[in-house]
């Protein structure tokens, strides 16, 4: 363990009247720590182990006993949390406003427990960015307030009919679709075998293949073979509105509802057809509620999405998470504007 000494002035301001003492780069505000001060390093650490690895409280505490020989105990790994998700979340802020101006976000939902009770961890992403948000609702509003009234972009999301609220372009995920045919066919025989079942299905991988062509085909061939999947879908709609199948109504009907949200990533680049990224996003935080149980309070909850925010998109971006950071804190320590993880 390395102790370090900082050693400061102090003085009376006559402007302000009151006591200014001067502070180290890497010397964080006061804590509530007895007898100490958590460095910048030991706060770096805690957040790694504690979101990156997803070790419980009690775990994170003996790995700095162990090795750094710092004794800290679960309790106070936690309030080192929260203290670091009220110095990042003015960059979170950032994360939120460059999300936003997107091109394409993918869009995701999941529950979080927060002192008991059941809320929701939403999370938006893009190739550069995450972000995560627990909120008590999973109507609307909250996927509205998060991308803002101004997105221009285009929504990559589930069926979930919170997102059809948004007013942007969408692209409903195919993959969810076809993981609802393979569901519904394990569960009634007469629709695995039935003719829906069948188009319906190879409809779907087909246009997932036709996007993998997008740099082999001329611009004129490509158009036209988008056009003709497009027609499929619209007939395939309209022929098993009215079977009798429910399951093949319902799926029918969706089909027809969401027909332009199911092809819109055929045409432009950057939209995938699926929505795997925000779901491998959601996935490393899902582990750390089941090890974890959640958060046991709002305050620790906020913080975590906020950390957690900070370090995937610091990760996404193939930078070092420890030494970024260290960077961020100081930099929240020193009043610099936020916005490093903006590329």
């Known amino acids: 363990m390395r102790v370090t000494r900082y050693r400061t002035r102090s003085g009376w301001c006559p402007c302000c009247h009151r006591r200014v003492e001067s502070r180290h780069p890497e010397q964080p505000p006061?804590?509530?720590?007895?007898?100490?001060?958590?460095?910048?390093?030991?706060l770096a650490t805690i957040a790694v182990l504690r979101l990156e690895n997803r070790l419980p409280l009690r775990q994170v505490s003996r790995v700095l006993a162990d090795?750094?020989?710092?004794?800290?105990?679960?309790?106070?790994?936690a309030k080192q949390q929260q203290r670091l998700g009220g110095w990042l979340a003015d960059?979170?802020?950032?994360?939120?406003?460059?999300?936003r101006g997107s091109d394409a976000v993918h869009a995701d939902e999941t529950t979080w427990r927060t002192a008991g009770r059941n809320d929701w961890l939403w999370t938006v992403c893009d190739p550069c960015h995450t972000l995560y948000h627990v909120d008590r609702s999973r109507g609307g509003k909250v996927i509205r307030r998060l991308l803002g009234g101004a997105f221009g972009g285009t929504l990559v999301s589930d069926f979930y009919s919170a997102y059809n609220t948004v007013n942007c372009k969408q692209q409903k995920c195919v993959t969810h679709l076809q993981r609802e045919l393979r569901d519904v066919a394990a569960r009634s025989p007469p629709f695995a075998a039935g003719r829906f079942y069948r188009r319906c299905k190879r409809l779907a991988k087909d246009?997932?293949?036709?996007?993998?062509?997008?740099?082999?085909?001329?611009?004129?061939?490509?158009?036209?073979?988008?056009?003709?999947?497009?027609?499929?879908?619209?007939e395939l709609a309209a022929a098993h509105r009215r079977d009798a199948d429910p399951d093949v109504r319902r799926l029918a009907e969706r089909l027809s509802r969401h027909r332009q949200e199911l092809t819109a990533f055929l045409w432009e680049r950057a939209v995938e057809g699926t929505n795997n990224a925000a779901e491998r996003a959601l996935r490393p935080i899902v582990v750390a509620r089941k090890i974890s149980g959640g958060s046991r309070s709002e305050a620790g909850a906020r913080a975590t999405a906020i950390v957690a925010s900070v370090l995937r998109t610091a990760r996404q971006q193939g930078r070092d998470v420890l030494q970024t950071l260290r960077q961020l804190l100081m930099n929240c320590w020193a009043g610099r504007e936020p916005g490093m993880l903006l590329a």
Do not use: F, I, S
């Not at 960059?91 to 999300?99: A, F, G, S």
């Not at 293949?209 to 061939?221: I, M, P, S, V």
């Open 30 to 42: 006061p804590a509530d720590v007895p007898h100490a001060q958590v460095g910048v390093n030991a």
């Open 207 to 234: 246009l997932l293949g036709h996007k993998k062509r997008w740099d082999e085909l001329d611009d004129q061939t490509y158009t036209r073979l988008a056009r003709r999947l497009e027609q499929r879908l619209a």
């Open 67 to 77: 090795l750094p020989r710092l004794r800290l105990c679960a309790g106070a790994v």
């Open 91 to 99: 960059e979170w802020e950032q994360l939120k406003r460059r999300v």
